[in-house]
T-cell receptor, first 115, second 111 residues
């Protein structure tokens, strides 16, 4: 069966360190993978998209890698700040029954950056 | 000020009642989506619409219904057939198979 796995345990790090979050998947062949940030009680906000033919994508302090052989994406936040504390969701596109593609979300990993 | 809005923010429903959640976008996006989120879980797709007057069931459509009569509006009705409707409901829109823009969500509680 298809599965997206993100670490359900919260990740606690010190301010200034690099946070690394993992997204593993099985039985998907995504054309792209996305990362979103979600704050408590609010809707997710898009951060980055990486396509299957891209190894790495950067945006300011954010970096995403995508290894289709390992079926894994890593999401890095460098020089982390307390304001980065949130839940981070990965999402894969997948083929749905009707022949159309849709996003499937992981359950997210909560990041807590300590000052 | 472009964006996607949902109303109400909080909604309380008695057992056996149907309720309708509103979702409006002024981003001129063709595609719109409804997700449900339960505590500690990811988003699960309820319904989606790629174009006006067309919509498709997602993974958990049972007990829900939608309409897409206008490009900017995609209301979701939670019917009495939905056995466990208490959840956080999120609406999103996109310009295609790219990033999705989410609304602020509606928290539905069954009394």
């Amino acid at each position: 069966s298809q599965k997206i796995e993100q670490n359900s345990e919260a990740l606690n790090i010190q301010e200034g360190k690099t946070a690394t979050l993992t997204c593993n998947y099985t039985n998907y062949s995504p054309a792209y993978l996305q990362w979103y940030r979600q704050d408590p009680g609010r809707g997710p906000v898009f951060l980055l998209l990486i396509r299957e033919n891209e190894k790495e994508k950067r945006k300011e302090r954010l970096k995403v890698t995508f290894d289709t052989t390992l079926k894994q994406s890593l999401f890095h936040i460098t020089a982390s700040q307390p304001a980065d504390s949130a839940t981070y969701l990965c999402a894969l596109d997948s083929l749905v029954d009707t022949g159309r593609r849709a996003l499937t979300f992981g359950s997210g990993t909560r990041l807590q950056v300590q000052p | 000020d472009g964006g996607i809005t949902q109303s109400p923010k909080y909604l309380f429903r008695k057992e056996g009642q149907n309720v309708t959640l509103s979702c409006e976008q002024n981003l001129n996006h063709d595609a719109m989506y409804w997700y449900r989120q339960d505590p500690g879980q990811g988003l699960r797709l309820i319904y989606y619409s790629q174009i006006v007057n067309d919509f498709q069931k997602g993974d958990i459509a049972e007990g829900y219904s939608v309409s897409r009569e206008k490009k900017e509006s995609f209301p979701l009705t939670v019917t009495s057939a939905q056995k466990n409707p208490t959840a956080f409901y999120l609406c999103a829109s996109s310009a295609g198979e790219v990033e999705q823009f989410f609304g602020p969500g509606t928290r539905l509680t069954v009394l």
